[in-house]
């Protein structure tokens, strides 16, 4: 079987690597082509271009790398199957199960890859390549439009920033709340203010209430409340809020774990939002095992004249899956369904449907 777990092996390797390629090569040109008339009237060099697509790379891995997965797989069964070669080891008593073992366990090595680069990798290569596309790509569009709606701001020592709208034009926030925490992550401080506008050298808050906490979170004394405007030390301009505002795609798991912690104190509906992403950045490396699970059972078919039918029905199957996933994020986002449910259903739902279909091909 060692024979046939590596022939099987390779004739999955080398056309999941082949697609991955064209699928990065077609992304980097496409996306090229979409600015390059940006790029030349800008004329941004040769090496900040180079550094934005080196640095887009581990993102397009994790989004193209199911659809490699996909294709390498039903093309190595739909050539087996052609070839008669599943016929033949069926007759010579090899389970089918045992005949895809070797590639599930390829797809669950790939999940791991594709977690760990989405993890340890993407959220820096993230923030490269978003601040090169904002500030050299972009830079001949309206920025960001004239207001940014939720601007939060994870910041040094404890201390955690939202408001729930940022007007750019005005230097205004509007519904601010920092909190500020101890080494332990324990809240000491609360500041809320109906709105905060930058004088040019700070902030001045108004509306603003402030309120002390023991380490069990009961209040200190009375909060002190501020009817007139106040200035509050706060050491962040406008344009620092700006680039340290903190967006689920630049944390890993760790980090939005902790922000969730944090921020589920004050705006828990925010917080439901960013649990759906919290539980994704788990699920979204096994849809390289469901698309597999997905492709295999039509690839095996035995009538091989509809083996391109089968191929293409495959795709439209894993095309469904990226749409019911979406969905099923959406309803978590909007608080239809809980959090892990919203992240991981669509997993579930159509590994069970690729578990079935192997199970009707055994029988």
């Known amino acids: 079987m060692k024979i046939i777990d590596k022939y099987i092996t390779r004739g999955f390797v080398w056309p999941f690597l082949y697609c991955l390629f064209v699928f990065l090569l077609l992304y ?8 390059l008339d940006s790029l030349v009237k800008q004329n941004v060099p040769f090496d900040i271009i180079k550094t934005y697509y080196l640095a887009s790379l581990p993102y397009i891995f994790v989004q193209t790398t199911p659809f490699a997965v996909l294709l390498a797989s039903v093309f190595l069964f739909s050539n087996l199957n052609r070839h008669n070669e599943i016929i033949a080891l069926r007759a010579s008593g090899v389970d089918t199960l045992r005949i895809i073992t070797p590639v599930i366990l390829l797809g669950l ?22 601040t090169i596309k904002e500030l050299r790509f972009d830079r001949d569009q309206k920025e960001k439009g004239d207001k940014l709606e939720n601007i939060t701001v994870f910041g040094r020592d404890g201390k955690l920033f ?23 992550q324990i809240l000491k401080r609360k500041i809320t203010a109906e709105s905060m506008e930058w004088t ?18 009961n209040v200190l004394g009375k909060p002190a409340i501020f009817r007139t405007p106040k200035i509050i030390d706060f050491n962040e301009s406008p344009e620092s809020l700006l680039k340290k505002q903190t967006q689920p ?16 104190l004050e705006s828990k509906s925010t917080a439901r939002k960013l649990l759906v992403d919290l539980h994704y950045k788990l699920a979204l490396p096994f849809t390289s095992v ?66 079935y279909l192997l199970a009707e091909i055994r029988s």
Do not use: C
């Open 28 to 35: 980097v040109v496409g996306d090229l082509l979409g600015h």
């Open 109 to 130: 090595a790939i999940s791991l890859a594709v977690f760990l680069v989405n993890d340890k990798v993407v959220p820096e290569s993230s923030v490269i390549s978003n």
């Open 162 to 184: 939202y408001a729930r709208e940022f007007d750019l034009k005005a230097k205004k926030l509007k519904d601010v709340v920092m909190l500020v925490h101890d080494n332990n």
């Open 200 to 217: 040019g050298k700070s902030w001045k808050f108004h509306g603003a209430d402030s309120f002390r906490f023991d380490r069990e979170g």
């Open 249 to 264: 795609d630049f944390m890993n798991y760790a980090q939005l774990r902790d922000y969730i912690h944090l921020l589920a």
């Open 290 to 355: 469901v698309i597999m699970l997905i492709g295999i059972p039509f690839a095996l078919k035995r009538t091989r004249s509809k083996a391109m039918a089968s191929m293409g029905l495959a795709i439209v199957i894993a095309l469904v899956f990226y749409g019911a996933n979406a969905i099923s994020l959406a309803l978590g986002k909007g608080g239809f369904v809980p959090p892990i449910i919203a992240a991981w259903a669509a997993n579930f739902v159509f590994a069970a449907l690729g578990i």
